[in-house]
């Protein structure tokens, strides 16, 4: 099993950036796919973004050129992070954002992180 813990959401003005962390522990090198997740009020859950364990990136058209992913593994092979750096953010971003890690006998989320974009 891998623990996912999401992190850095908050408020930020239309146009402005956030960087969403995932941190993955446990089984770390048993994940093949990190995805994003976002849903907003009254919305279904809709696929942002997603990472392969090789690095292969791919997003949905609306945060294509806006939305970017990179994935680090900390020193000691504890912990995988996956960071989605948003920019050019819009009102229409507004959402709980959740990350998913798949693994080829499983998957597991964390408890998500807010993100507000308003003047």
């Known amino acids: 099993q891998v623990r996912v813990v999401e992190s850095g959401g908050g408020l930020v003005q239309p146009g402005g950036s956030l960087r969403l962390s995932c941190a993955a522990s446990?089984?770390?090198?048993?994940?093949?796919?990190t995805d994003w997740y976002r849903q907003a009020p009254g919305k279904q859950r809709e696929l942002v973004a997603s990472?392969?364990?090789?690095?292969?990136?791919?997003?949905?058209?609306s945060v294509k050129g806006r939305f970017t992913l990179s994935r680090t593994i900390s020193r000691d092979n504890a912990k995988a992070t996956v960071y989605l750096q948003m920019n050019s953010l819009k009102p229409e971003d507004t959402a709980a954002y959740y990350c998913?890690?798949?693994?080829?006998?499983?998957?597991?989320w964390g408890q998500g992180t807010q993100v507000t974009v308003s003047s």
């Open positions: 998913k890690t798949r693994r080829v006998d499983g998957s597991d």
């Open positions: 446990g089984r770390i090198f048993s994940i093949n796919v």
């Open positions: 990472i392969t364990s090789g690095g292969y990136t791919n997003y949905a058209d």
